[in-house]
């Protein structure tokens, strides 16, 4: 499979680049979202 081609090409490191951005993207929105539904939490007790 991996011969005549290195193991990974542009368009493939390129792709894992973005997943690993859209998944620390989606981190942080989870983050935030978490801090304000907590914030709310507190605010309504």
């Known amino acids: 499979y991996l011969h005549g081609r290195g193991a990974l090409d ?3 490191l390129l792709y894992l680049k973005e997943q690993m ?3 620390e ?3 942080r929105l989870r983050q935030r979202t978490e801090k304000r539904a907590f914030a709310a939490f507190k ?3």
């Open 10 to 12: 542009s368009d493939d």
């Open 21 to 23: 951005e859209a998944e």
């Open 25 to 27: 993207d989606a981190e």
């Open 43 to 45: 605010i309504s007790f």
